[in-house]
């Protein structure tokens, strides 16, 4: 079992900027990596990126286009997600997940909200 929490979100103007941190703990010494994803409400939840748990390979949407950077922190044993240049359409829930293998997520955290005001 792999557990993952998520902080930092917060309530932020346009063209601020945020760093959200995900704690991970438990059974990780397998884990392949830690991604992020966003949610709106009504709609499904996005890819925003993701890095090896072990390595430092990253990987990130297309949208993304440099306004996001995703780093690790092992000492710490986060994967922090720092946020620049935000719009009012990065708005979302912000979540973090554990991938075992590359089949796709197998834990999830809570999520963290994230609201850009204009």
């Known amino acids: 079992q792999v557990e993952l929490v998520e902080s930092g979100g917060a309530l932020v103007q346009s063209g601020a900027s945020l760093k959200l941190s995900c704690a991970v703990s438990?059974?990780?010494?397998?884990?392949?990596?830690v991604g992020w994803f966003r949610q709106v409400p009504g709609e499904g939840r996005d890819f925003v990126a993701n890095?090896?748990?072990?390595?430092?390979?990253?990987y990130y949407a297309d949208w993304v286009k440099g306004r996001f950077t995703i780093s690790r922190d092992d000492a710490k044993s986060t994967v922090d997600l720092q946020l620049d240049n935000l719009k009012t359409e990065d708005t979302a829930v912000y979540y973090c997940?554990?991938?075992?293998?590359?089949?796709?997520?197998?834990?999830w955290g809570q999520g963290t909200q994230v609201t850009v005001s204009p």
């Open positions: 997940a554990g991938a075992m293998n590359t089949d796709g997520y197998d834990y």
């Open positions: 438990g059974h990780t010494a397998n884990m392949y990596a």
């Open positions: 890095i090896e748990w072990r390595g430092r390979y990253t």
